[in-house]
C-alpha cells in the first residue's frame, strides 16, 4: 500500500504530534508491503527530501508561521502531485494551512483520505470563525476520521456530529527503551541519590498556557516533594519564582527545572519518579502520551479530568489519580495521597505499566490504523 501522510511538522521538530506520526509512519514503513511517504513543512526556507528509517520525508520551505501553523511553499500543488500516486493520504488535524490547501485541490474530491483529529481549535478562536468552513468541507470529504479517546469524539463539537465516520484509536508508543534498559534504572536509583531519597514528582512537558504550569506552581509549595520538569517555555520563570517564594516561607522541598533531556535521560527520570504529574487546563492537551510514557515505567500518574483524551490515558483508580482542571488544592492532595501510600503508588503504578504495554503499543496501533485505511478504500 502506498500511504501519503501530512503534518505541519516531522522529527527532530519537537512535539507529541510530530512523533506520533514519525511512529505512526516507522511501524506502517517496517510492515514490507507498504510504501510509506510524508509531506510537511521544513524548518527553514529550503526544499527537502530525505530518508529516515524506512520513510520518505518531504520538508517543504516554510515562508513563516501564524498562529502555530507553518506556512509552506507550494504545499496544495505538491500535496496533490502526491496524491496521484498514493492509495490513501493520511493527515494528523489540526494543520489549517494543509488542509486549506488540499480542499483547494480537484484531488481533495477523488482521492481517499482519513484523518487523525488530534485536538479541537481552542485558543486561535477567530481564526477558527473564519477557517470553520473550510474544516467542515475537509471533514465532509474524508472517509474516516480518527480519534485517540471516546472523550474526544463525544466532546468534540466538530466530531460529534460525524460519530458515524469515526474511529477510536490507540496510540503506540515505543517504550522498549523505558521498561527495559537496565542502565535507566542504575541512573534512577542516582537521581534519586541526588535528592537524598526525598519523594520525587516528574513533569515533562512544554511550559506553555494549556499544560497547568500555574496551577502547578501554586501547588508546589504544598506537597513535600522534590519536583523534576523537563521542559522549556514561557512559563519556566513562574516555576521558578514560586519555588523561590516557597522555599523562603519555610517549604523543604527542591525544584529542578531541566531544558531538554534525552531518551535515555528521560527513562531514568520516569523509573526514579514516585508519581508523575500532568496537570493541564485546556483541551489543547489532547491525550498526553508522556502519561504513557511514566506509566511503561510502572509509576502512577496525577492528571486532569479535561474533556480530551488526557483521563483515557490516565484512568481514575486504575493507573493513577485526575483532578479537577485549574485547581491547585485538588492536585496537591492527590500527590500527597500517592507520596504517603506506598501500597497504593505500588497497586496503581502496576496496573498502569500492564495498560501501556498491552494497549498503548505501536504493533497494536499499527494495526488498527490499516485496519482504518482498509474499511475506507472501501467505502
Same mark, same amino acid.
Given at each position: 500500500?502506498?500511504?501519503?501522510?501530512?503534518?505541519?511538522?516531522?522529527?527532530?521538530?519537537?512535539?507529541?504530534?510530530?512523533?506520533?506520526?514519525?511512529?505512526?509512519?516507522?511501524?506502517?514503513?517496517?510492515?514490507?508491503?507498504?510504501?510509506?511517504?510524508?509531506?510537511?513543512?521544513?524548518?527553514?526556507?529550503?526544499?527537502?527530501?530525505?530518508?529516515?528509517?524506512?520513510?520518505?520525508?518531504?520538508?517543504?520551505?516554510?515562508?513563516?508561521?501564524?498562529?502555530?501553523?507553518?506556512?509552506?511553499?507550494?504545499?496544495?500543488?505538491?500535496?496533490?502531485?502526491?496524491?496521484?500516486?498514493?492509495?490513501?493520504?493520511?493527515?494528523?488535524?489540526?494543520?489549517?494551512?494543509?488542509?486549506?490547501?488540499?480542499?483547494?485541490?480537484?484531488?481533495?474530491?477523488?482521492?481517499? @483520505?482519513?484523518?487523525?483529529?488530534?485536538?479541537?481549535?481552542?485558543?486561535?478562536?477567530?481564526?477558527?470563525?473564519? @477557517?470553520?468552513?473550510?474544516?467542515?468541507?475537509?471533514?465532509?470529504?474524508?472517509?474516516?476520521?480518527?480519534?485517540?479517546?471516546?472523550?474526544?469524539?463525544?466532546?468534540?463539537?466538530?466530531?460529534?456530529?460525524?460519530?458515524?465516520?469515526?474511529?477510536?484509536?490507540?496510540?503506540?508508543?515505543?517504550?522498549?527503551?523505558?521498561?527495559?534498559?537496565?542502565?535507566?534504572?542504575?541512573?534512577?536509583?542516582?537521581?534519586?541519590?541526588?535528592?537524598?531519597?526525598?519523594?520525587?514528582?516528574?513533569?515533562?512537558?512544554?511550559?506553555?498556557?494549556?499544560?497547568?504550569?500555574?496551577?502547578?506552581?501554586?501547588?508546589?509549595?504544598?506537597?513535600?516533594?522534590?519536583?523534576?520538569?523537563?521542559?522549556?517555555?514561557?512559563?519556566?520563570?513562574?516555576?521558578?519564582?514560586?519555588?523561590?517564594?516557597?522555599?523562603?516561607?519555610?517549604?523543604?522541598?527542591?525544584?529542578?527545572?531541566?531544558?531538554?533531556?534525552?531518551?535515555?535521560?528521560?527513562?531514568?527520570?520516569?523509573?526514579?519518579?514516585?508519581?508523575?504529574?500532568?496537570?493541564?487546563?485546556?483541551?489543547?492537551?489532547?491525550?498526553?502520551?508522556?502519561?504513557?510514557?511514566?506509566?511503561?515505567?510502572?509509576?502512577?500518574?496525577?492528571?486532569?479530568?479535561?474533556?480530551?483524551?488526557?483521563? @483515557?490515558?490516565?484512568?481514575?483508580?486504575?493507573?493513577?489519580?485526575?483532578?479537577?482542571?485549574?485547581?491547585?488544592?485538588?492536585?496537591?492532595?492527590?500527590?500527597?495521597?500517592?507520596?504517603?501510600?506506598?501500597?497504593?503508588?505500588?497497586?496503581?503504578?502496576?496496573?498502569?505499566?500492564?495498560?501501556?504495554?498491552?494497549?498503548?503499543?505501536?504493533?497494536?496501533?499499527?494495526?488498527?490504523?490499516?485496519?482504518?485505511?482498509?474499511?475506507?478504500?472501501?467505502?
Amino acid at each position: 500500500m502506498r500511504i501519503l501522510l501530512v503534518n505541519k511538522y516531522y522529527p527532530p521538530h519537537i512535539g507529541g504530534v510530530e512523533e506520533h506520526v514519525r511512529d505512526v509512519a516507522e511501524g506502517l514503513a517496517a510492515v514490507p508491503e507498504n510504501e510509506v511517504r510524508v509531506i510537511v513543512s521544513n524548518n527553514e526556507r529550503r526544499y527537502r527530501e530525505e530518508q529516515c528509517n524506512g520513510v520518505e520525508i518531504i520538508r517543504l520551505p516554510r515562508l513563516t508561521e501564524r498562529a502555530s501553523t507553518p506556512i509552506a511553499r507550494h504545499f496544495g500543488a505538491v500535496l496533490a502531485h502526491e496524491a496521484k500516486t498514493a492509495d490513501i493520504v493520511h493527515f494528523h488535524f489540526p494543520y489549517p494551512w494543509g488542509e486549506f490547501e488540499w480542499c483547494g485541490q480537484a484531488a481533495s474530491k477523488t482521492t481517499p @483520505y482519513v484523518v487523525t483529529y488530534h485536538s479541537d481549535i481552542v485558543r486561535q478562536r477567530i481564526a477558527l470563525a473564519v @477557517y470553520r468552513p473550510f474544516l467542515n468541507l475537509f471533514l465532509d470529504r474524508a472517509r474516516l476520521i480518527m480519534a485517540s479517546s471516546p472523550q474526544l469524539i463525544k466532546y468534540s463539537p466538530f466530531l460529534e456530529a460525524r460519530t458515524s465516520k469515526c474511529r477510536q484509536i490507540d496510540f503506540g508508543v515505543p517504550v522498549s527503551h523505558i521498561v527495559d534498559d537496565p542502565a535507566a534504572r542504575t541512573r534512577a536509583a542516582r537521581i534519586r541519590a541526588d535528592h537524598n531519597g526525598r519523594p520525587l514528582v516528574l513533569f515533562v512537558g512544554r511550559l506553555v498556557y494549556y499544560k497547568g504550569i500555574p496551577v502547578l506552581a501554586e501547588a508546589l509549595s504544598r506537597v513535600d516533594a522534590d519536583f523534576i520538569v523537563v521542559g522549556r517555555g514561557p512559563d519556566a520563570q513562574l516555576l521558578r519564582d514560586s519555588a523561590a517564594q516557597a522555599t523562603a516561607a519555610g517549604w523543604p522541598g527542591r525544584l529542578d527545572i531541566i531544558d531538554y533531556a534525552t531518551d535515555e535521560e528521560l527513562a531514568a527520570l520516569y523509573h526514579a519518579a514516585d508519581v508523575f504529574t500532568l496537570p493541564s487546563t485546556e483541551p489543547s492537551e489532547a491525550f498526553g502520551l508522556v502519561q504513557i510514557e511514566a506509566q511503561a515505567a510502572g509509576t502512577p500518574v496525577v492528571s486532569t479530568r479535561l474533556r480530551s483524551g488526557v483521563p @483515557y490515558a490516565n484512568l481514575d483508580g486504575v493507573t493513577g489519580l485526575t483532578v479537577p482542571p485549574n485547581d491547585a488544592n485538588a492536585l496537591a492532595g492527590a500527590l500527597n495521597a500517592l507520596l504517603a501510600d506506598a501500597a497504593l503508588r505500588e497497586r496503581l503504578g502496576r496496573q498502569a505499566q500492564r495498560r501501556a504495554l498491552s494497549q498503548f503499543n505501536v504493533t497494536r496501533m499499527v494495526g488498527q490504523v490499516t485496519a482504518v485505511y482498509q474499511e475506507a478504500l472501501n467505502l
